[in-house]
């Protein structure tokens, strides 16, 4: 094989239709948060490796693709673009008191293993909230997601919602130590609930918690549900105000009108140990991993400096093409590119003709044609190129 054609696993090249496909979409998604008021922001596809080191909450380092720069520091590829946004926050908006809106569009890089055709280069976009703690600032970024999976022509989807608090409240609860915690959690992330039943009960824990574990999976689903875990949490404060906020959330997105896209789920937990309040996932049909995600996390930004709460949300855009696809929803993509074809002899005609169309806005292609193409040939090249008309001088 020569490998100077490919591409490494877990990346690949785009072009024509889906590459068109895809900036449409992009520019689709950074509409729905400018009519927001958000604000763009860039940031380095490289960083120090301390932006995501460990004690950040982000990516395992195993994960990460690390090299170094000529100083001998390690530096990596961005995996996650929240806690370069935060980094950026706390350095340059410091003394900042008011809510700063921000989006940003941008690829990550995780190199994990390319199982199942996931990549390890991916696009994201989103939007992040900081210096606004309510439950409406939760809302807002909410009622985004759900926007951007409207806009992108997606009615089927559904946008599941859980908070950290209240997993981290039962362990409190249960003076399980950290270690244990952390086995807990794999059991939960995968739904296997009843391990870690089987562990509180090696421990002797008390019943009230092995129970809540034990139906950990009946804790998903709608207003009633979270009426119904109050009661096993009764008497765990921190747990029954981290219900509490889901129903503020959920009232305050009776106002977007999009309520109806919302599940509670207390089980869901997140790979990102910097989500302090609530975290999300949307589905759709035609996706295995989740399209959007985000959440909140009010202690990131104090690594970097800046005592500041904070909410967001990401779209995965090439999970999204995916679904898209599968579901055969098509992307309309603006059609107005001509094709003005001229002779020998007919080039100073044809300058002119494209100057005009290009001054209407129009994009115009200049081919010079002879013998060596053929009538059905150029007809197949305009289609393949998605060309709206085909002129000749």
Known sequence: MNRILHTPEGVRDLYDREYAEKLVLQEHLLDILSLYGYQPIQTPDFEFFDVFGK???????????????????????RPD?????????????????????????????????SYQGRLKESTQIGGELLGDDSADADAEILAMTIESFLRAGIREFQISVGHVGFYKAICEAASIDAETEETIRDFVCTKNYYAADEVLEQQKKDEKICRIFR?????????????????????????????????????????????QYISFDLSFLSKYDYYTGIIFDGYTFGSGEAVAKGGRYD??????????????????VDQLLTALSRQRIPIDIPVDRILLLYKEGQHHEAVQEARILRGEGRNVVLQKIDERFTKEEIKVYAKDRAFAKVLRI
Do not use: W
Request: aromatic share 12%; hydrophobic share 40%.
């Open 55 to 77: 004690d950040v909450g982000t990516t395992p380092s195993k994960d990460l693709f690390k090299f170094f720069d000529r100083e001998g520091n390690t530096l990596v590829l």
């Open 215 to 259: 139906d950990f999976s009946t804790l998903n689903g709608g207003l009633d549900m979270l009426s119904k875990a109050r009661i096993y949490v009764e008497g765990i404060p921190a747990a029954e105000k981290a219900i509490d906020r889901l129903v503020e959330v959920y009232d305050s997105l009776k106002d977007y009108g999009c309520q």
């Open 299 to 316: 202690s990131l930004l104090s690594h970097f400096g800046k005592q500041s709460p904070a909410v967001g949300f990401v779209v995965q």
């Open 81 to 113: 673009i929240t806690p370069s946004i935060a980094r950026a926050a706390a350095k340059y908006f410091s003394a900042e008191k008011l809510p700063l809106r921000f989006s940003y569009l941008g690829n990550t890089y995780i190199n994990n293993s």
